[in-house]
């Protein structure tokens, strides 16, 4: 396994491996070491994943137990496992073939004492059925809903994009119910939602290319009864992915080697 790219040594611990890539599917690294089965032609982890693994671990105070909602392939629960060695994962996912490649993943990198993957609905209150609450709610959900945005040829990348099963809403629903006192609810939704049960702590918009509007924003959230009711969330300059030239900006090149990814001008490093 190759440990460096272009000068700079990869981060953490050397997965265990043993697990290759059937027909269709590619093994890319995704934090240090890491590595994620993904579709060749399907949904693959973005820089909506990144940002949201980075601004929960940034904003929770403390995690032994987290959730991802919506899960897809696990990108955005392993790219925090690798950050917080110590905290434990259930993630939900509804999309079979998605859980498979989770599974496949989290066996690759050794996570297996750490993770609890289901396949269901995450609307579904018997999903969460004798866990303990969580101290970080994790969502990177589709928030393009039905007949806004094409859509995908590959039918798992469809739901990763387009809300076919709900909406934030429904995620902030769920995160309500599960979160821990003190605990945090981050996700990455379009700049203009609006919490409906949790309270707003802190959002930062996110600007794709210096010069265009922000269409997206980060935000964290927590129950109600744990902020106190003068509280003023803190609203964040945005963050900028790329320059005017093109080339990553400095604060996001900082960001992506704080979670074990390679500096350069490549947003994603497919098999380096």
């Known amino acids: 396994m190759t440990t460096s790219y272009r000068h ?6 050397i997965p265990p491996g043993g697990i290759e890539p059937e027909a269709g599917e590619t093994l890319e690294y995704i934090s240090g070491n890491f ?21 929960g671990t ?5 995690v032994e137990r987290a959730a991802d909602l919506g899960s897809g392939i696990g990108s955005v629960a392993i790219i925090v496992a690798w950050r917080l060695p110590g905290a434990r994962f259930v993630t939900v996912e509804a999309q079979e073939i998605s859980v498979r490649l989770a599974r496949k993943s989290i066996r690759y990198n050794g996570l297996e004492s750490r ?56 995620y902030e629903t769920t ?15 379009p700049v203009n939602t609006a919490l409906r049960i949790l309270k707003l702590v802190r959002k930062r918009e996110v600007i794709f290319k210096e010069g265009e509007p922000p269409r997206i924003a980060l935000f964290a959230a927590s129950r109600g009864e744990d902020i106190p009711p003068t ?16 080339s990553i900006d400095p604060e996001y090149s900082a960001i992506r080697m704080s979670f074990g990814f390679p500096p350069g001008e490549r947003l994603h490093v497919d098999g380096q």
Not at 42 to 54: C, E, I, P, Q
Not at 140 to 146: E, G, L, R, V
């Open 8 to 13: 700079w040594t990869r981060p953490g611990p």
């Open 35 to 55: 590595k994620i089965f993904q579709y060749a032609n399907g949904h693959r982890y973005s820089t909506d994943d990144v940002l949201t693994a980075w601004y």
């Open 58 to 62: 940034l904003c929770a105070p403390r």
């Open 115 to 170: 993770f609890t993957i289901k396949h269901g609905d995450l609307r579904d209150p018997s999903m969460f059925d004798g866990e303990a609450p969580f101290d970080l709610v994790l969502g990177s959900p589709p928030y393009f809903p039905k007949g806004t945005s094409l859509e995908a040829r590959h039918p798992q990348a469809v739901s990763a994009r387009i809300e076919m099963r709900g909406s934030i809403a429904d």
């Open 175 to 189: 995160a309500a119910r599960i979160v821990a006192p003190g605990g945090v609810f981050a996700f990455v939704a």
């Open 231 to 246: 509280y003023e969330p803190f609203i964040e300059a945005p963050l900028t992915i790329r320059t005017r030239s093109g």
